[in-house]
């Protein structure tokens, strides 16, 4: 089997170590960036699927959100399955992250390891 490539987009450290390391020992290749802007120019790396924080924070600067990440991601290379990452959990976000072709949407709590898993694999292994 050929060693997919995923791009793990989150700020907190703590999850992406977490998912880096669940990832990396189910066999994927991740490469880990802590901002939206910062993947965009790996694109050309063509990963074979992209897990994206929503709601970013960075000191002195106006980091672009996960939606309009995802919007270039789309742009740029629309092949490219996107993951969304949030705690957010009104049905109506939600809705519209389904609504512009998110692949999935796994939800920042007690699971999130053993959920992003599954979704990794049912959106790689179909």
Same mark, same amino acid.
């Given at each position: ?70 919007? #270039? ?15 957010? #959990? ?31 694999? #049912?959106?790689? #292994?179909?």
């Amino acid at each position: 089997m050929e060693e997919k490539l995923i791009f793990v987009v989150d700020d907190d450290p703590v999850i992406t170590s977490l998912v880096q390391a669940r990832l990396e020992g189910a066999g994927y290749k991740v490469r880990v960036f802590a901002y939206g802007e910062d993947c965009i120019p790996a694109l050309g790396e063509e990963p074979d699927l992209i897990i994206l924080d929503f709601y970013f924070i960075k000191a002195g600067a106006e980091p672009m959100d996960g939606m309009a990440v995802f919007e #270039e991601v789309t742009r740029l290379a629309p092949q490219v399955p996107v993951i969304m990452l949030s705690a957010q #959990e009104r049905g109506d976000v939600v809705l519209e992250f389904a609504r512009r072709g998110i692949a999935d949407y796994v939800i920042k709590d007690s699971d999130l390891i053993d959920n992003l898993q599954a979704a990794v694999k #049912e959106i790689l #292994e179909q």
